[in-house]
């Protein structure tokens, strides 16, 4: 496929900034990127005239820009789901006790897009915006089996608990669709469980996953198909009100 090299590096930068837990270096950019120092500062500069990227002047390095989080606030205020689904995440946080969470297909990732807290003292909350792998949590594991998603080559461990066989990844996928619904066994997050249910369009298509995220100390196993039930009926209405709503 063609493309426009020097925006298609700019795009990998900002991936490069977005995945940084503080600055990222020209160096680092440089060296990512296969190009020279000077090539690597031409484009961070660039972004940083749009206001995509954002120079530290004490360290000289760079990290994601204000312009970032515009764009994200209007794809987000933008989405149809999002907007439709806040009384159902609501109903789900006063049926459950935990935190509800929505979540999208985004580049192999889950993305959340929304979220409503619960008022226990001891809670599981996801940033709007954080992205998370599909194999080991709830959310991700609806889209993976509901979706023609390529499946991973490989399956990253992130606690004991993480899936990272295959054919047992298959089991589990194929356990989702019939059960409907896919729960995470502190496979993410040790000491936390999720579950969560795929959400319909009007095609018939899943365009996203609501669950719930709660301490595994309030979600023993033998509870999950009790509040599995409570998800799956709520992800159901919300299918039912998406059904009449259709999309650009």
């Known amino acids: 496929m063609r493309e426009i090299q020097s925006l298609a ?69 933008k989405m149809p789901l999002r907007e439709t689904a806040k009384p159902f995440l609501l109903q789900l946080v006063h049926d459950t006790g935990e935190c509800a969470h929505l979540g999208v297909l985004s580049q192999g990732k889950v993305l959340y897009i929304d979220q409503v807290e619960s008022s226990q003292t001891l809670r599981v909350n996801t940033e709007v915006g954080f992205t998370a792998p599909l194999h080991c949590t709830a959310l991700g594991k609806v889209l993976m089996a509901w979706n023609a998603t390529e499946m991973p080559v490989d399956f990253p461990r992130a ?9 047992m990844m298959q089991f589990e996928l194929d356990k989702t669709r019939s059960l409907g619904y896919a729960m995470d066994d502190e496979e993410f997050n040790l000491g936390v469980r999720c579950i969560a249910a795929p959400v319909i369009d009007y095609r018939g298509k899943v365009i996203g996953a609501l669950g719930i995220s709660g301490p595994a100390a309030r979600l023993p196993i033998d509870r999950i198909p009790e509040m599995a039930k409570k998800v799956t009926a709520i992800a159901q209405a919300l299918s039912d009100r998406m059904s009449f709503i259709k999309q650009d």
């Not at 484009?43 to 954002?54: H, I, K, S």
């Not at 606690?159 to 054919?167: A, F, M, N, S």
């Open 9 to 77: 590096r700019g795009l990998k930068i900002l991936n490069r900034l977005a995945e940084a837990n503080g600055t990222v270096s020209i160096t680092t950019i440089a060296s990512d990127l296969q190009i020279d120092k000077g090539s690597a500062s031409l484009l961070l500069q660039t972004l940083a005239n749009y206001g995509f990227a954002e120079k530290d002047p004490h360290t000289r390095q760079y990290k994601l820009g204000p312009s970032v989080v515009q764009l994200s606030r209007s794809l987000l205020t």
């Open 159 to 167: 606690t004991p608990r993480t899936i990272v066989d295959p054919k």
